[in-house]
Each structure stands twice: as structure tokens, then as C-alpha cells.
């Protein structure tokens, strides 16, 4: 029998998850019957994708068994199974796909955050149970294996007997210690309770052999206890459920069950689309950036179900780059379910549920805007960046589905603004929407160029991200308003004209010329400007690149 050591960050989890103080030691149950049903999940969409393997629905299911004497809990699925290598892979490090990987060091000191919020998988048996058994037979395998381990002395793997395919788990449940009972575990009111609260949607049925109390056949006054099969949970998938039945904390159970994110979700949208194309979706807008979000690591997609089993885990083509945020599911009827990725890209279902997940979302985020704006300044500020990389990658091209969901810090209100807002408030003969570049809302409002076009009553808009000029070039204009920086050479606004054209006379020109020699090619020209208060100077831009894009452009490697 081999014994073999857990890895380094498993062993820290283990340890914390044993010596966790936690009150809700409960979701143990939720990992691992998220973690059959998922198992199950797989079975089933390989006995639909693979001819040799038959079709028996019935099949699948969950059981749960508590043996009080014994101070045993089992779980048995009929799902795909491990083999030698994957238990070993699976079991004996860190969930691959698991919380722990992407927290900080720091974060994992107090364990009671990431255990609550998010699960921690398998390894969560451990808080119960100072045993755990897994016997599993995999469905590429003819022999079936026996993982053991205590939680702290490392894991064994070995041959075992199972005649079918799929995974029983043994968890052998604490003793009970002064401060802390376990017995909980193995009552099964308690049991079923657990399973209601955070398993209901799982879509396999869940079964439990439970006592009832009915009246003896023999004689109907008199009651005895039976055992009776029960399923436990309600097996509607969320998504199908109507959503006047859900509560705002369903959603956000879903969210955390499915690990889309770590944090809350910040809205969620729940569409059933019945007409040219059937499809049932629950998409959420996180709450916080993911901390890979821009970068090459971070993946878009929705999860993809087939008549509700599960064919992609990603589905790229569900979502625009723009809102490439936005996780969740969909589930139609309308797909193939042995269709490969490539002939999904071509797929005309496909990209029709695209598109209108797009409009939805789209929609969503601008009644968000418009009644909630302290819910979207949030949301804007976490995402934001994305939705003007949206407006900038595309040359213009998404204009329409955009334009309306940017916000810019605006000089005059102090705050975050949008296009149309700005708009409404023009002066009349305004004909250009102002704005102005820099590192800080605070550096922008001191330049001399924003001083002069701010001391004229004119609204600026305040750009102090790389991206935003960029993107305003790309949308030319809104509303049909051309945008303007404040630091461009002609500006459109009423000066005293003569006067600058005296200050420019052949006197003046002298001395300009001298300066234009000794600044030596690094200026066009030299010129006086009304455009000055209380400045002696300031660089303007002649022509379409603005000096802040000049500064961007040079930092960018070639
Ligand atoms: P996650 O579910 O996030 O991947 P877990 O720690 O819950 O992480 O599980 C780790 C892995 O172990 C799963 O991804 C799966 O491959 C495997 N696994 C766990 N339980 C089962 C099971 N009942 N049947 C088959 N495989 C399982
Ligand atoms: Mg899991």
C-alpha cells in the first residue's frame, strides 16, 4: 500500500479547515454533492456523446446514508469516477479549480472567510469527519481504488472492489469534544435540512432513506415507524424556476455554488427567451474586479448546457470582449449536444442567443444607470476600463451598444457623468463636448488650459486613463458633438481676437523667435493666447494627436 504526503498548500488548508472554529461546518455536505453531481454531469453527457454506452436515466441519482452506531456518513454517486492517476491528482493536491489557489497568503490566515464564502471542495469533509473513504471506479477503468486519509498524515491509495461505475465516500464523523458536537451530522432531520438549503437545484435526485411514521397496515390506529426512500431535493434547476418564485439570496447562492466569483455579484440578470430561439439564462455582473481581470490569463465565458446538461464550461462566442465580465450559464434546448467547439463558432443558434444576451445585458446595465446610479458608479468603476476598450478595439464599431454606458468625471458636477448628461447641460452655441487629459482629477484641474475653458463656463470632462482619449477618438462624437480637448489649438470659443492679433504683432514676433531657436525644433511655434489666467504658459497641440496621446503612444512597445 503506498502512503503518500498531501501537498504543501493542501496540508495548510487542512489544517486550517480542522482547526477552524467555524460555524457553518454544514457545507461540507454542499462540496461533495456538488462535487457527485458534477461527476454525474460528465457520466451522463458521455453516455449521450458515446454510442457504445447505453442511456438509462434512472440511473443517476445521489444517495446519502447516515449510520448513527457507526458514526458514518456515506455518499454514494453513480456519476464517471476516478481513476488511479486522477484520484491522486484530484484528491491529493489542492482542488485544481478550488478557492485556495487564487487567495493571498495574507487572506488564508483567518480561514473563516474563504471557508463561508466559497467552499474549499472536497477537502471541507475534514472538518467533520477525522476519516475520510473514497472507493471509486472510473468508467475508463476495469479496477476500482480506495483513497483513505485522516487529514493530517498524508492520503493511501489502493486496489479495491466496486462492481459499478461512480464514487462512494465514507466520511467517518468526529468524536464530540467539549466545545463542539458533530452529531448533527449523522441526525437525518439535520440532513435533509442541509441538503434543502443549499442543494435544492442540484439536477439529479438526491435520495435518503428517511423514518416516517404512518399508520399500521393491520390496524390504522396504531403507528410504526418505516423506512422509506425519499428524494430530497426539488431538482429544478434554478435557471427553469419562475423567477417571482426566487429571492435576491438564491442568486447569490447560485453565484458562490457555481464559484463564478468570490465575491458577491452585484446584479444578476435571469432571462427565459421562448420564441425563435428557446433559452433559459442567469448572468451575473460581479461585484469586484477579478483580480486576473486584465490580463492573458483571464478567460470570458458562459457555461453551456444542452437541454440541461452541460457541454462547455467557457463558451467564448456567448459573450462580446466588452462584457467579457459577466459570468453565468445557458441553457437551450435548441443545441446539439455532441457539437464540437469549432462547429459551435459557426453554430447559428448559438450566435443568435449571443446577440440577444448582448441587448439584454446591454439594457440591463442602462436601467442600472438610470435608477441605481450609485449601483453603476460601482460597477463602472470596477469595469468601466473594459466598456472603453470595448469602444476603442473595435474602431467605433460598437458605438451604439456603448456610447451610453461611459462615464467621465466632469469639472463642473464633481462627479461621474455621462454623454447624454453632459449633453443636456451645453451651453447654448456650444458646439464641442470639452475635455480635458491627465494623471489626476486634481493635476487636470490646474492645468492653464482647463483653467481658461472652465473660467468660460464651459463643463470638461476629465480623462485620466490611457484608454479614454483613445476611445473618445474612436467614438468622433456623440450626439452628433464632436469632442474637444481643451489643449488643442482651436477650440471654437470666443476670444478677443484683436487684441491677440496685436500681441502677435512684428514686435512681439522677435522675441517669439528667439524662443522657437532656443527651444530648438521641440515647438511649432510660438504664439500669446487669451486662453491663459493665471499661467504665464501652456503647451497646446496642433492636429489630431493630443499631447497626453503622444505620451501614451511612446510608452507603448513596438
Ligand atoms: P472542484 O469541484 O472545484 O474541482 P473539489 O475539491 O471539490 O474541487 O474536487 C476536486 C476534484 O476531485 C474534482 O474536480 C473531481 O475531478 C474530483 N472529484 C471529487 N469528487 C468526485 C466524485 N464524487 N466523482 C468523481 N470525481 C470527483
Ligand atoms: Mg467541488
Known amino acids: 500500500m503506498e502512503k503518500k504526503q498531501f501537498q504543501a498548500e493542501s496540508k495548510r488548508l487542512l489544517e486550517m479547515m480542522v482547526n477552524s472554529i467555524y460555524s457553518q461546518k454544514e457545507i461540507f455536505l454542499r ?64 482542488a485544481k479549480s478550488g478557492s485556495l489557489a487564487f487567495k493571498k497568503e495574507t487572506e ?5 472567510d474563504i471557508i463561508g464564502q466559497f467552499g474549499v471542495g472536497f477537502y471541507a469533509a475534514f472538518m467533520v469527519a477525522d ?68 442543494s435544492d437545484f442540484i439536477r439529479y435526485p438526491i435520495k435518503m432513506n428517511v423514518t416516517v411514521s404512518k399508520p399500521k397496515e393491520d390496524n390504522e390506529d396504531e403507528y410504526a415507524e418505516y423506512q422509506e426512500e425519499q428524494t430530497i431535493n426539488s431538482m429544478v434547476p434554478i435557471w427553469r424556476k419562475n423567477k417571482s418564485e426566487l429571492k435576491d439570496s438564491d442568486y447569490e447562492q447560485f453565484y458562490q455554488d457555481k464559484r463564478y466569483g468570490f465575491d458577491k455579484p452585484l446584479e444578476h440578470i435571469h432571462v427565459s427567451v421562448d420564441g425563435a430561439i428557446r433559452y433559459n439564462a442567469i448572468l451575473f455582473i460581479p461585484e469586484h474586479t477579478p483580480f486576473d481581470y486584465y490580463s492573458k490569463e483571464y ?47 459557426h453554430d447559428r443558434q448559438l450566435k443568435l442567443i449571443a446577440k440577444n444576451i448582448k441587448s439584454k445585458i446591454k439594457s440591463q446595465l442602462k436601467t442600472m444607470l438610470k435608477k441605481e446610479p450609485d449601483k453603476y458608479e460601482k460597477f463602472y468603476k470596477a469595469f468601466g476600463r473594459q466598456l472603453k476598450f470595448g469602444v476603442y478595439n473595435d474602431f467605433g464599431a460598437n458605438k451604439d451598444d456603448l456610447q451610453d454606458l461611459l462615464l467621465f468625471y466632469s469639472s ?16 447654448e452655441g456650444q458646439t464641442y463636448i470639452y475635455y480635458a487629459t491627465g494623471e489626476s482629477n486634481e493635476r487636470i484641474a490646474k492645468l492653464p488650459q482647463t483653467e481658461m475653458v472652465a473660467d468660460q463656463g464651459y463643463e470638461i ?85 493630443t499631447l497626453e496621446m503622444e505620451k501614451v503612444l511612446q510608452a507603448m512597445p513596438d
Not at 158 to 168: H, Q, S
Not at 504 to 516: C, G, Q
Not at 521 to 531: E, I, N, P, Q, Y
Request: hydrophobic content about 35%; charged content about 35%; glycine content about 4%.
Open 31 to 94: 462540496e461533495l454533492i456538488s462535487n457527485a453531481s458534477d461527476a454525474i454531469d460528465k457520466m451522463y453527457y458521455r453516455s449521450l456523446t458515446d454510442d457504445s454506452l447505453s442511456f438509462e436515466k434512472d440511473r443517476y441519482a445521489i444517495y446519502v446514508e447516515a449510520d448513527k452506531d457507526n458514526r458514518k456518513l456515506v455518499m454514494k454517486d453513480t456519476g464517471i469516477g476516478m481513476t488511479k492517476e486522477e484520484l491522486e491528482a484530484n484528491l491529493g493536491t489542492i
Open 412 to 427: 463642473t458636477e464633481k462627479k461621474l457623468v455621462s454623454l447624454s448628461d453632459y449633453v443636456s447641460r451645453m451651453k
Open 461 to 545: 470632462l476629465y480623462f485620466t486613463e490611457d484608454v479614454d482619449e483613445f476611445a473618445i477618438k474612436m467614438l468622433r462624437s456623440y450626439d452628433e458633438k464632436e469632442f474637444m480637448s481643451v489643449s488643442s489649438a482651436d477650440l471654437d470659443i470666443e476670444t478677443d481676437e484683436k487684441q491677440e492679433e496685436e500681441t502677435n504683432s512684428e514686435e512681439n514676433k522677435k522675441l517669439f523667435e528667439k524662443m522657437k531657436s532656443i527651444l530648438d525644433g521641440k515647438v511649432k511655434d510660438v504664439r500669446t493666447s487669451k486662453r491663459l489666467k493665471s499661467h504665464p504658459v501652456f503647451l497646446a497641440a496642433d492636429g489630431e494627436i
Open 131 to 198: 476519516k475520510v473513504t473514497v472507493i471509486t471506479r472510473s468508467i475508463d477503468s476495469d479496477q476500482a481504488y480506495k483513497w483513505e486519509s485522516d487529514g493530517t498524515d498524508g492520503y493511501t491509495i489502493e486496489p479495491a472492489e466496486k462492481e459499478d461505475v461512480g464514487t462512494v465516500i465514507t466520511l467517518h464523523i468526529k468524536e464530540n469534544t467539549d466545545d463542539e458536537s458533530y452529531d448533527e451530522y449523522l441526525e437525518e432531520y439535520r440532513i435533509k435540512a442541509i441538503i434543502k438549503k443549499y
Open 299 to 345: 478567460e470570458k465565458g458562459l457555461e453551456l448546457y444542452a437541454n440541461g446538461v452541460l457541454i462547455m464550461e467557457k463558451c467564448a462566442e456567448l459573450l462580446p470582449d466588452y462584457f467579457s465580465f459577466v459570468k453565468g450559464m445557458v441553457d437551450s434546448e435548441d443545441l446539439s449536444l455532441n457539437i464540437s467547439r469549432e462547429m459551435l463558432q
Open 108 to 112: 488564508i490566515e483567518d480561514g473563516h
